[in-house]
């Protein structure tokens, strides 16, 4: 049975600890999955959303695995920017078995409380460096407990916008659990849905770096590309983990790299499918959309003063837009 959002409740849940406010869990009857859901008018006018990652939140006097000066200037920012949700892609903490990680989280993104942020992360690799699964989990859930028990989950952005909360840590491939929940996902969007955002870690595509695209992910690229030309929504794929910023389209399915959060920066070789060509490194960033009708628009924020002090400077850096299917 297709998700009704008219028959969401929608209402709002304070996180104990966290820096974030989260629409309550519906559950959809017949199935499986929980929907946040954030009605229409909350999203603002115009309907805007923000998604950037890797900011390895930890102890201000480390500076080498992380920049503390852009990451918190990136935090303020944001919260200035007050967005209708914010789409957290990973490696929030620098440490997950570090509680004093988490703290320092919550103490740097006091503003997102103030400004009433709604905050929607995934896991990144880095929450569970330290630890073992369980306690990196348990100490993920702490931080942001509306989400207790749950790896992944799915976020209404309104009636016209899905966001799909992946987890890259656990299996992707055909016939596990959690992609036999995107498959249901996406076969029940409601009609309404034109544009669906898949929110993860470990991005299916990207330019060559130290690493190289895992099968994990990369087999997200060919289901993609079977389904997006049969559906009525565009798919944009939102990831992380190389700590620079990138930007594909293939098979009609937008996929981007947004690892600019404060994490130190990677510098990547662009190959020619790259449509994102600009020098300048590094890339601290991060990326606002705006829906108007039928469009959905993007850019890519960037800090361009990352070591000076406040106020800093920022740059529009690159601009695309996804146009929703014709019916």
């Not at 199935?31 to 390895?56: E, K, S």
């Not at 989280?105 to 699964?133: I, K, M, Q």
């Not at 190389?242 to 510098?267: I, M, T, W």
Request: charged share 20%.
């Amino acid at each position: 049975m297709a998700l009704k959002l008219a028959a969401l409740l929608i209402g709002t849940a304070l996180a104990m600890g966290g820096a974030c406010i989260a629409q309550t869990p519906v559950r959809a009857h017949g199935t499986a999955p929980d929907v946040f859901a954030i009605p229409d008018a909350a999203l603002g006018d115009p309907p805007t959303f923000i998604v950037y990652g890797d900011m390895r939140f930890t102890d201000v006097r480390e500076s080498v695995a992380t920049n503390p000066g852009a990451r918190q200037a990136l935090v303020a920012r944001i919260a200035a920017e007050k967005p209708g949700a914010l789409l957290l892609t990973g490696d929030i903490p620098w440490h997950g078995g570090d509680q004093e990680d988490y703290r320092v989280y919550r103490e740097e993104t006091a503003a997102w409380r103030e400004a009433r942020l709604r905050v929607y992360p995934v896991l990144g690799n880095h929450e569970f460096s330290g630890c073992a699964d369980a306690a990196c989990l348990e100490n993920w859930w702490q931080a942001f407990p509306e989400f207790r028990g749950r790896r992944w989950y799915s976020v209404a952005l309104g009636t016209r916008i899905r966001a799909l909360a992946l987890d890259s840590n656990a299996p992707l491939i055909p016939g596990s659990p959690q992609r036999a929940w995107l498959e249901q996902q996406i076969e029940d969007l409601p009609a309404t849905v034109r544009f669906v955002i898949l929110a993860m870690h470990h991005p299916p595509i990207a330019d060559e770096a130290l690493w190289v695209v895992r099968s994990n992910e990369h087999g997200l690229t060919t289901y993609l590309s079977t389904i997006a030309p049969h559906s009525t929504a565009r798919f944009v794929v939102c990831g992380a983990h190389v700590h620079n910023y990138e930007r594909f389209e293939q098979d009609g399915v937008v996929y981007l790299v947004s690892g600019g959060g404060g994490a130190k920066p990677l510098a990547v070789a662009r190959g020619p499918a790259d449509q994102y060509q600009d020098p300048d490194f590094p890339n601290f960033h991060y990326l606002r959309f705006q829906l108007a009708g039928d469009e959905l628009s993007a850019e890519m924020i960037r800090l361009t003063d990352y070591g000076a002090r406040s106020p800093h400077e920022w740059a529009v850096k690159d601009r695309f837009t996804v146009r929703a299917h014709a019916r």
